[in-house]
């Protein structure tokens, strides 16, 4: 739908614009001739340097006719209540009270109302079977599809998966024209690379960029490792192809930062190893299957590095551990760091859940950790992810103030069941180091440098052996992290 759509392919993030200039530079050989020498001087030009560009126009007109645009209708239920011309009236909004105030206003009355959105796919077989983004037919009663000579076929969507955001739909037609895929591994930072869709609905129009970086982990999306590229992409590119320099589909336009809604120069692409392999379970199945470990993790800097005796700051670090889950079947605790899974290096934590999620469930595989100062191989089967697992009063006991800064005390039964923890300390006051690294009161304390803590006295004893720098395993809300803190 247009508004899912729209609201799908913007990130809105803070974050400042930026604008590139292209420029061509040009080095001329002068020669000079003095009056005064009876010979001129003749000048010797360096042969110069000529770099072809990129050859776009042959991928376009190759490629191009593979590429369509996909329009969906669909219903959404309407409320009613009265709605000022920008939406409905909030009285938490100060605007809302200007419009309910001064007018204009209108009843809308309840019932169904149409809503349309447009984006992009690609044909990537013969007999009719298109990749687009599971955004742009999410919901959606109707979808259609255009190619470039203007024929245009009611699609079915054969299946869509909002964990990697791919759809995979079929027209009923034969020979059409498709796009080669390509391999996102051997894509590299700085490659040129070209989109093509239908921004704000202006159908098959072409931009270019370079590959920016690779493997980025972005919020709520922790099964694709995107591909981000500085190509021109806006709302309606969504679903379409990024293809390098051989007319290779590398990854599906999918989604952008941007302040504004419109392109800032950072896009994601889905790289299209992922999107195929969900694309074949899709066909096969009807549903993507995927593995899972069971953990929750955050990435490593230096500071936990070196809380936990590293030398260097790769890893994923092991915040929680699910009972019974594949991970603590293999004995993985939290304050672990992963320092590799199935015989690959990790080297950050955006990597992990996109490697585990490809593997298939019941897998048997291995896993590196470092643990209490030396690394060791813990044997894992994968297991399965299901749908479910998508990815008082304060006293006065201070624990040296100068060195950590907290006051804290033991979590009452009714808090420990309410926090699902068998452990921990509840924090009452924060000052000093353990303030600026961002502790707060309420937060609970569950382990130091990965050694549980269910006492004053417990914790006592780990700051005292700490050396300058310590990780504190805290439970905000439901929420695990490890917080790194330089002591005082």
Do not use: C
């Not at 001129?40 to 191009?64: H, K, N, Q």
């Amino acid at each position: 739908m247009q508004n899912k759509t729209f609201k799908r392919s913007v990130i809105t993030l803070a974050l400042l614009a930026s604008a590139g200039g292209g420029y061509v530079a040009a080095r001329h050989g002068v020669g000079e001739v003095h009056a005064a020498s009876p010979v001129a001087a003749v000048a010797t030009a360096a042969p110069a340097t000529t770099m072809a560009l990129p050859d776009f126009e042959s991928i376009v007109d190759r490629y191009g006719p593979a590429v369509v645009n996909v329009s969906v209708e669909g219903t959404v239920e309407q409320g009613g209540g009265v709605m000022s011309p920008f939406g409905p009236l909030d009285p938490r909004d100060p605007m809302s009270q200007f419009f309910k105030r001064f007018g204009p206003q209108f009843q809308v009355p309840q019932g169904e109302r149409v809503v349309r959105g447009q984006g992009s796919g690609f044909i990537i077989d013969a007999d009719g079977v298109i990749l687009t983004n599971a955004h742009v037919v999410d919901g959606a009663d109707t979808v259609t599809v255009k190619l470039t000579d203007k024929r245009e076929f009611t699609a079915e969507v054969v299946g869509v998966d909002k964990l990697s955001d791919v759809a995979v739909l079929r027209i009923d037609a034969k020979d059409l024209p498709t796009v080669p895929l390509g391999d996102p591994s051997n894509t590299n930072e700085g490659e040129w690379v070209l989109a093509i869709g239908s921004p704000f609905g202006f159908e098959n129009s072409v931009t270019a960029g370079i590959v920016s970086a690779k493997s980025r982990s972005l919020p709520n999306e922790g099964y694709v490792p995107f591909i981000q590229t500085d190509v021109a992409i806006n709302p309606g590119n969504s679903g379409g192809p990024l293809l390098n320099l051989k007319g290779e589909v590398v990854g599906i336009n999918s989604q952008i930062y941007s302040r504004s809604g419109g392109y800032q120069g950072i896009s994601f692409a889905i790289p299209i190893d992922v999107a195929v392999q969900v694309k074949d379970q899709l066909l096969a199945d009807g549903h993507v299957t995927r593995g899972r470990i069971g953990v929750g993790i955050q990435d490593m800097n230096q500071s936990l590095a070196e809380s936990f005796g590293l030398k260097s700051a790769n890893g994923a670090l092991v915040t929680q551990v699910e009972p019974d889950g594949p991970g603590e079947k293999a004995g993985l605790k939290a304050g672990d760091v992963i320092l590799g899974f199935n015989g690959e290096p990790v080297v950050s934590s955006g990597e992990l859940p996109p490697r585990v999620a490809v593997m298939k469930p019941g897998t048997d595989t291995s896993i590196e950790i470092w643990r209490d100062g030396k690394a060791r191989t813990l044997d894992l089967t994968v297991g399965k992810l299901d749908a479910k697992d998508e990815v008082a009063s304060v006293d006065d006991d201070k624990l040296d103030q100068a060195r950590l800064g907290v006051a804290v005390r033991p979590l009452t039964e009714q808090e420990r069941e309410q926090a699902k923890v068998d452990g921990g300390l509840v924090v009452g006051q924060v000052a000093g180091a353990a303030a600026k690294a961002g502790i707060q009161p309420g937060d609970v304390v569950l382990s130091v440098n990965g050694n549980p803590v269910d006492s004053i006295a417990a914790l006592r004893a780990q700051v005292a052996k700490s050396g300058k720098h310590m990780a504190l395993l805290i439970q905000r809300n439901d929420a695990r992290i490890f917080v790194p803190i330089e002591l005082g």
